[in-house]
């Protein structure tokens, strides 16, 4: 009698998965980043032009694309392997944030976002990858 139901059963808690995962079920853990206001009003002091656009564009090739994508969507190949959301710099949330704050973020890290103020110690190189991402904005 027991095994009647282990099909069924089976079945109701595979198809749940399975319509769960159709309807956005999300994996990555959310959760607010606050920026303390001394960082979130920070001004970049790099400018915007084709030189620090290139100088980020090349770093983020090389710390940023493999969690964020080769278009900052939030798709790089190893995004599924993070227990946090890694962001989708299009986006006009993440676009409405400060340079700050990006900056801040970006040098600061949490989780599963590394801390690149080792990795990147120049800070004028960290702010020209805030510059690169203010590229990603649709």
């Known amino acids: 009698m027991k095994r009647r139901f282990l099909k ?13 995962m159709l ?3 999300n994996v990555f853990q959310k959760k ?10 920070m001004k970049n002091p790099v400018a915007a032009d084709a030189t620090s656009i290139a100088d980020g564009k090349s770093l983020y090739a090389t710390h940023c694309k493999s969690c964020h994508g080769a278009k900052g ?21 993440f676009q409405s944030q400060t340079d700050g704050a990006l900056f ?9 976002m ?3 103020k080792k ?6 190189e960290r702010w020209a990858l805030v510059n690169y991402m203010r590229t990603f904005k649709k």
């Not at 069924?8 to 769960?20: D, E, R, T």
């Not at 798709?75 to 006009?92: H, I, M, R, V, Y």
Request: aromatic fraction near 12%.
């Open 8 to 20: 069924p059963l089976a079945v109701a808690l595979g198809g749940s998965f399975f319509v769960s």
């Open 23 to 25: 309807f956005g079920f």
């Open 32 to 41: 607010p980043w606050p920026v303390p206001d001394k960082d979130k009003n």
């Open 104 to 112: 801040y973020k970006t040098s600061e890290g949490r989780d599963d």
């Open 119 to 124: 990795k990147i110690p120049d800070a004028d």
């Open 73 to 93: 969507l939030g798709d790089g190949n190893k995004a599924a392997q993070l227990k946090t959301e890694p962001g989708n710099f299009s986006t006009a949330d």
């Open 114 to 116: 590394p801390n690149f």
